[in-house]
C-alpha cells in the first residue's frame, strides 16, 4: 500500500506544468523567508528518520518528512532553495540545471534500508513538477538489464551525477549507494534520461565490447562486495572516466559477492559515441593514484545512523 506522503507526490505530478529546461523564475525574498522556516522543521524530521532510537520513531519522522518536504517544495521558486542544513538528506543538481534529485536512506531493523527519493524539475514559472520514486530494489533481481520509470526505482542514495550528449540526446549518469544486506553493499551506475518528459532509469550504454570476451551491453552497471570492502566507484575528473576497484572473492568462490574485495587494481568506463565504454585496466602498470574515497564524506553527509546495529 502506499504511503500517504507519496499519495500526495503522485496528485502534485499530475497537477503540475510541464517543466521548461531554461527555467528564468528566481526565488523572492519573502519565500526564501518561509522555506528557511520549514527547513527547522524538515531538519529535525531528517535527523529523527535517520537517527531515531528504533524503528518505529524513525518511521514516524520519515512519515513526517514527506509531506513538510512537500509542502515546502511547493513554494514557487523552491527549485533554487538548496536546503544545506539537511545533512541526511542527498540533494544533487544536474549539471544543466534542468532538475535535481533528492535521496535518502530510511535504517529499517536487522541492518536493512528502504530508500526514499524525488525528482523536482526547474520550471519556467516556478512551479512544482515532482517525480516521486519508489523503491523497488528488493523485488528487481536483473539490475544490469531493467530499465524502469519512477515507480519502478533502484532504491540508493546518490552521490555524483554527471551530464554527457551524443546526437542531441542527454544521458545523467547517477553514482548510487545501496546499503543491500547484513553481508554486502552495491555500488550503482545508472543512466538517466528524460526522453518524453519523464524520467527513465537505465539505457543500454554499459559497452564491454572492447573486452578480450567482448559481452553485451548492459542498461546499468552494479558492483556489489563485502560489507566492510570499501570499493570505490567515481568519475575521475583529470582522466575524464569513471575509476572504480576491481574486485576479487577472497575464498575462491565467485558466485558469493559478499565476499568480493578490491585488488588493489582498477577498471573504469570512458565515454565514447554514445556509450560508457569498458576500461579492463586503468594504471596497467599498476602505478595509479591513491584509491578512491568513499563516495560519501560521512563526516558532512550524516546519511546513515551511527550505530546501524543498534538493538531496538
Given at each position: 500500500m502506499l504511503r500517504i506522503g507519496f499519495l500526495c507526490w503522485i496528485m502534485i505530478m499530475l497537477m503540475a506544468p510541464t517543466p521548461a529546461v531554461h527555467a528564468q523564475y528566481r526565488l523572492s525574498a519573502a519565500d526564501r523567508m518561509r522555506l528557511e522556516k520549514l527547513e527547522d522543521s524538515l531538519k529535525f524530521f531528517a535527523y529523527t528518520l535517520v537517527n531515531g532510537r528504533d524503528e518505529q520513531i524513525r518511521k514516524q519522522a520519515n512519515d513526517a518528512f514527506i509531506p513538510h518536504l512537500v509542502n515546502a517544495l511547493k513554494?514557487?521558486?523552491?527549485?533554487?532553495?538548496?536546503f544545506d542544513s539537511l545533512r541526511q538528506i542527498s540533494i544533487l543538481y544536474a549539471?544543466?540545471?534542468?532538475?535535481?534529485?533528492?535521496?535518502?536512506?530510511?535504517?529499517?531493523?536487522?541492518?536493512?534500508?528502504?530508500?526514499y527519493g524525488a525528482i523536482q524539475m526547474n520550471t519556467r514559472d516556478g512551479h512544482l513538477k515532482l517525480f516521486p520514486l519508489f523503491?523497488?530494489?528488493?523485488?528487481?533481481?536483473?539490475?544490469d538489464d531493467t530499465i524502469t520509470g519512477p515507480r519502478g526505482w533502484i532504491g540508493c542514495i546518490y552521490y555524483r551525477l554527471i551530464e554527457?550528449?551524443?546526437?542531441?540526446q542527454k544521458y545523467y549518469t547517477l553514482f548510487g549507494f545501496n546499503g543491500n544486506s547484513l553481508l554486502s553493499n552495491k555500488k550503482i551506475l545508472e543512466p538517466l534520461t528524460f526522453p518524453h518528459g519523464e524520467p527513465v532509469f537505465g539505457s543500454?550504454?554499459?559497452?564491454?565490447?572492447?573486452?578480450?570476451?567482448?559481452?553485451?551491453?548492459?542498461?546499468r552497471f552494479v558492483l556489489e562486495y563485502k560489507k566492510d570492502g570499501d570499493a570505490g566507484l567515481n568519475y575521475d575528473d583529470e582522466l575524464k572516466m569513471i575509476v572504480y576497484d576491481?574486485?576479487?572473492?577472497?575464498?575462491?568462490?565467485?558466485?558469493?559477492?559478499?565476499?568480493y574485495v578490491p585488488d588493489g587494481n582498477?577498471?573504469?568506463?570512458?565515454?565514447?559515441?554514445?556509450?560508457?565504454?569498458?576500461v579492463t585496466?586503468?594504471?596497467?602498470?599498476?602505478?595509479?593514484?591513491?584509491?578512491?574515497?568513499?563516495?560519501?564524506d560521512f563526516s558532512k553527509k550524516n546519511l546513515i545512523p551511527k550505530d546501524s546495529t543498534e538493538e531496538n
Open positions: 513554494i514557487r521558486g523552491s527549485f533554487y532553495y538548496p549539471p544543466d540545471s534542468s532538475f535535481r534529485i533528492f535521496t535518502w536512506q530510511f535504517p529499517r531493523a536487522f541492518g536493512s534500508y528502504r530508500y523503491d523497488n530494489s528488493e523485488f528487481t533481481y536483473h539490475l554527457t550528449h551524443f546526437r542531441n543500454p550504454i554499459f559497452s564491454f565490447a572492447n573486452d578480450s570476451i567482448p559481452g553485451a551491453d548492459r542498461n576491481e574486485l576479487v572473492p577472497l575464498h575462491n568462490e565467485p558466485e558469493k559477492k559478499y565476499t582498477y577498471e573504469g568506463f570512458v565515454w565514447k559515441n554514445g556509450k560508457w565504454v569498458h585496466k586503468v594504471f596497467p602498470d599498476n602505478q595509479g593514484p591513491t584509491p578512491i574515497p568513499l563516495p560519501i
